[in-house]
């Protein structure tokens, strides 16, 4: 009776255990310093497309923003948490794409890096949070084969500061036509996409670090897509690349382009209205 009690338990523990070491991070990264006092918010994703808080598996994508927003009130001394991704190498990343715009107020993401165990991350922007609070189910790709999963309504950010990259930013998720037509008058852009293999494309061609660092210098926004079939180690070596340039120009200069990324969801309500992105 007590080994069939012991086992049940280490079933259980394992349940929550076996996804975070189970979980194959990207390399790179830099130390982040963290306190006594700074408040974590951390996501793990495994490559089958299941995602814990924690050591608590979530079952709909509004959970994020639920777990979220309750470590915040909970903790409201503490600030607003710092969010902190562990994602699988392997995962599709318009599945963690989509992840990402229901982390509600924040700017800022860790994409931890190297060691599971350890304080090493790869720091970029994050976008369109949602604030859609219907349920939608977290599938696995098994599941996801065989039901067709209805995608959530447009959100556009928090209101961010009053930089000019900001409003511009602002606009490009206003869902406005005129406006965004405007907005992309008054400065220089270029888009770039994320293809497989870690491969970067401009105009339909590969480009190299050169080639990168050349638009980077001379443009002041990059437009970020992505192919439908990458996965996110794709991702994040094209974002570890355009930080590690971007700061080689900070050196020489005082900033280089302000890169967006421009979401599946929002590449997808820009083809509704007839903007296309050069």
């Given at each position: ?185 008054k400065h220089t852009h270029n888009t770039l996409k994320v293809s497989l293999n870690k491969t970067l494309t401009h105009k339909g061609k590969i480009i ?71």
């Amino acid at each position: 009776m007590k080994f069939t009690f012991l086992l049940i338990m280490l079933l259980a523990l394992k349940g929550f255990t076996q996804p975070k070491n189970e979980i194959n991070l990207p390399n790179g990264g830099k130390d982040i310093e963290i306190n006594n006092l700074t408040s974590l918010y951390s996501l793990y994703i495994t490559k089958n497309q299941e995602v814990f808080n924690d050591d608590k598996k979530l079952e709909y994508f509004q959970d994020v923003n639920y777990t979220f927003l309750n470590q915040l009130n909970k903790n409201i001394s503490m600030g607003i948490p710092l969010v902190l991704i562990y994602a699988d190498i392997k995962t599709p990343f318009k599945f963690v794409s989509k992840i990402k715009q229901y982390i509600p107020n924040h700017r800022w993401l860790f994409y931890m890096t190297e060691n599971i165990e350890g304080l090493k991350a790869t720091a970029f922007r994050n976008y369109g949070s949602a604030k859609n609070f219907g349920l939608e189910e977290i599938l696995t790709m098994e599941e996801e084969n065989d039901l067709l999963v209805e995608g959530f309504p447009f959100a556009p950010p928090l209101p961010p500061p009053s930089m000019w990259y900001n409003d511009f930013e602002d606009i490009i998720y206003s869902g406005k036509k005129e406006d965004i037509n405007e907005v992309l008058k008054k400065h220089t852009h270029n888009t770039l996409k994320v293809s497989l293999n870690k491969t970067l494309t401009h105009k339909g061609k590969i480009i190299d670090s050169n080639n990168l660092k050349k638009i980077l210098e001379e443009t002041d926004v990059v437009f970020l897509k992505f192919d439908n079939d990458i996965l996110y180690e794709d991702y994040i070596h094209v974002v570890q690349e355009i930080n590690r340039i971007l700061k080689q120009i900070e050196k020489l200069k005082e900033s280089g382009a302000y890169v967006i990324e421009i979401s599946f969801q929002l590449e997808e309500l820009y083809m509704d209205l007839g903007i296309e992105l050069n």
